[in-house]
């Protein structure tokens, strides 16, 4: 029993510092480490690697779950206030928050989706999952009103932050004064309070 349990630890640890040190590399700016990058900055062997993971996309996956975990608390914290556009202004704060810490695993998932379906279908889930977000705090009259829909969903996308972020080299600030005038100007028309909240 007791080596049952010892092996089951060893196993848990190793796995645990396997994508620790997938996280670590992807976070340093490489897209796609390789099953030997992984093995070396985790200090296992690479057999190793794929015996606790059968190949690098059931990594990536591990990996996807780690992140989530990691900005669930600011996610699914709940919105405080009655009036509709505090909730809004409270959920795009969060959104740009989580967005920061996931920057550099979002960016590497952009890249790879498209070899992956694991990492295509998880890109899938949390699009739809910010979308339903923000369809959750608008009021029913806003709702109506689809191209405005669809435009507060293209400004609070991740692909918006990284051209921000990246392309345009704005500080996090900077990138949100952007992000928060262009929907100020958007609900301008609907609801003068957000600008002003």
Do not use: C
């Not at 996956?61 to 600011?74: L, R």
């Not at 920061?100 to 990492?119: C, G, H, N, T």
């Amino acid at each position: 029993m007791g080596t049952t349990d010892g092996r089951r630890l060893r196993s848990r640890d190793s796995k645990r510092k396997i994508v620790s040190a997938m996280l670590e590399l992807v976070r340093e700016g490489q897209i796609a480490p390789t099953a030997e990058e992984v093995a070396q900055r985790a200090d296992v062997g690479l057999r190793t690697v794929f015996r606790r993971f059968k190949d690098m996309e059931s990594l990536y996956a591990e990996m996807s779950v780690a992140i989530s975990e990691q900005v669930a608390p600011i996610i699914n914290e709940a919105l405080s206030h009655d009036e509709w556009w505090r909730n809004f202004a409270q959920l795009v704060e969060r959104r740009l928050r989580v967005y920061e810490v996931i920057m550099p695993y979002r960016v590497a998932a952009q890249v790879l989706k498209f070899q992956s379906d694991i990492l295509y279908n998880r890109h899938l889930e949390i699009v739809r999952d910010e979308r339903e977000r923000l369809m959750s705090v608008l009021p029913a009259f806003l709702l109506e009103d689809r191209p405005l829909i669809e435009a507060l969903q293209a400004v609070l996308s991740f692909d918006m932050w990284n051209q921000l972020r990246s392309d345009q080299k704005l500080s996090a600030r900077a990138a949100g004064d952007v992000v928060n005038k262009i929907l100020s100007g958007l609900l301008s028309e609907t609801h003068s309070d957000y600008s002003s909240s």
